[in-house]
């Protein structure tokens, strides 16, 4: 298995700026995610970071708002761009390992409240 | 596309009683299915999945679900639900098309557990 260590895991920020959340696995893993979960909703995929090339975005997410870095095979960044409190949400960072998305781990969550 | 129905949004059961969650799924081909548990202000836990075998799945903390291709169900169980059970249930599908490993998320069922 795989252990994720999400930081921040809480923070409350001001209206018209930007957050970066940081994902760090103990093991290179092949593919890692970034999820939403808005009060009181369910999980939506917001990307998959893609290491060494851009992201790959689900339809409504766009990178303007929440461009992602993956350097490496261990590290990936989130960055909420000019927030709003419509951003204020769980964000998730996810790893699979294993063949066919066997391994599917989620780290703790940021919990982000926008002001 | 895939999809999860969680039909209860809410359950509550007294500690000591049995508890059924249901999950209802949409997926073209032969799904892997996850059952996820969220604490409060907690990220998620795996609880079991389902990839292929045996239709019986036994988890972590006593749970266990049943993969039912007929009804396309899988729905989670407990024998005897302790009071911290009570937390947030999520079933999810994982697509594992192509290069893809989107899991869907049902809206979740909150449990309830008294005393």
């Known amino acids: 298995s795989a252990v994720i260590s999400q930081k921040p895991s809480r923070d409350i920020c001001q209206r018209g700026t930007s957050l970066t959340i940081q994902c760090q696995v103990d093991?290179?893993?092949?593919?890692m995610f970034w999820y939403r979960q808005q009060p009181g909703q369910s999980l939506t995929l917001i990307a998959t970071?893609?290491?060494?090339?851009?992201?790959?975005?689900e339809s409504g997410f766009v990178i303007d708002k929440f461009p992602i870095s993956r350097p490496n095979l261990t590290f990936s960044t989130l960055t909420v761009s000019n927030m709003s409190p419509e951003d204020s949400s769980i964000y998730l960072c996810?790893?699979?390992?294993?063949?066919?998305?066997?391994?599917?781990?989620f780290g703790s969550g940021t919990r982000l409240t926008v002001v | 596309a895939q999809s999860v129905t969680q039909p209860d949004i809410h359950i509550t059961v007294s500690e000591g009683a049995s508890l059924e969650l249901r999950c209802n799924y949409s997926?073209?081909?032969?799904?892997?299915l996850f059952w996820y548990v969220q604490s409060p202000g907690q990220g998620l836990q795996l609880l079991l999945k389902?990839?292929?075998?045996?239709?019986l799945v036994q988890g972590i903390k006593g749970f266990e679900a049943e993969f039912k291709r007929s009804q396309s169900s899988f729905n989670l169980r407990k024998p005897s639900v302790h009071w911290s059970d009570a937390a947030e249930y999520f079933c999810?599908?994982?697509?594992?098309?192509?290069?893809?490993?989107?899991?869907?998320f049902g809206k979740g069922t909150l449990l309830t557990v008294n005393p």
């Open positions: 996810s790893v699979v390992f294993g063949e066919y998305g066997y391994g599917y781990t």
């Open positions: 093991s290179q893993v092949t593919m």
């Open positions: 970071a893609n290491q060494g090339s851009e992201a790959t975005y």
């Open positions: 997926y073209g081909a032969t799904p892997y």
């Open positions: 389902y990839f292929s075998g045996d239709t």
């Open positions: 999810a599908v994982l697509n594992s098309g192509g290069s893809n490993y989107k899991l869907t």
